[in-house]
């Protein structure tokens, strides 16, 4: 079955304690990406990769790290988590170019106290 | 970069009637408009797109259309049913774009019975 997978779905952590958050996909995608969901703020981008070793800043990636060196895996990495990336957290992947479905993994809620 | 502004944020409908959601995108570059909806606790999956070579597209209960000159584009859903309340956000995107989806505020849509 085609699919994103992200793991952890759920995390409460504290301010400071380095995590991170695995995204694999199965369907050999160049591109990659991770978003974060506010509400009334939309799906806003943090870092993309549109293929191996190749990685760069969306919209709001302060605070976060990625790294693409397998093309099935795009983990995410939250140095040293602050409250305000409390978030939901999606991973999505498609083929190349600006067209063409973009298949979201089922998310991953964080919590920062 | 592009902007994406979605209006409204929430629409409540009688069951049977029409839906219609707003976005307006700032670079007239973009020339690929999907749409996307996210049922409660889920993912958002693409439900339409269209490119800007095509003022119109129609799925069923769904239509979307495009305004290239106003920079503008709509999503439609007539006879609205129970299981269309979700949120719906439209997106923005331009060849060679290496952020490829710029997402609007998204809109929530109550479809009561």
């Known amino acids: 079955e085609a699919q994103v997978t992200q793991n952890p779905r759920y995390l409460i952590t504290v301010t400071g304690k380095k995590l991170t958050v695995t995204c694999s996909q199965n369907m050999n995608h160049e591109y990659m990406s991770w978003y974060r969901q506010d509400p009334g703020l939309g799906l806003r981008q943090i870092y993309y990769?549109?293929?191996?070793?190749?990685?760069d800043k969306g919209d709001v990636p302060e605070g976060y790290k990625v790294s693409r060196k397998e093309k099935r895996n795009f983990p995410l990495i939250l140095e040293s988590p602050s409250p305000n990336q409390t978030s939901l957290y999606f991973c999505?992947?498609?083929?190349?170019?600006?067209?063409?479905?973009?298949?979201f993994g089922e998310g991953s809620r964080l919590t920062v106290l | 970069g592009e902007n994406v502004e979605q209006h409204p944020s929430t629409l409540s409908v009688q069951e049977g009637d029409s839906a219609v959601i707003k976005c307006t995108y700032s670079?007239?570059?973009?020339?690929?408009f999907p749409w996307y909806k996210q049922e409660l606790g889920k993912r958002p999956q693409l439900i339409i797109d269209?490119?800007?070579?095509?003022g119109e597209k129609k799925d069923q209960r769904i239509a979307v259309t495009l305004n290239k000159t106003a920079k503008h584009f709509s999503l439609h859903i007539t006879e609205t049913q129970p299981e269309d309340s979700a949120v719906y956000f439209c997106a923005a995107s331009k060849h060679n774009a290496g952020n490829m989806l710029t997402f609007g505020g998204g809109t929530r849509l109550m479809v009561k019975p």
């Open positions: 999505a992947s498609k083929q190349g170019g600006n067209t063409g479905e973009l298949f």
């Open positions: 990769s549109m293929n191996v070793e190749v990685t």
């Open positions: 269209i490119r800007s070579n095509v």
């Open positions: 670079d007239s570059a973009s020339n690929y």
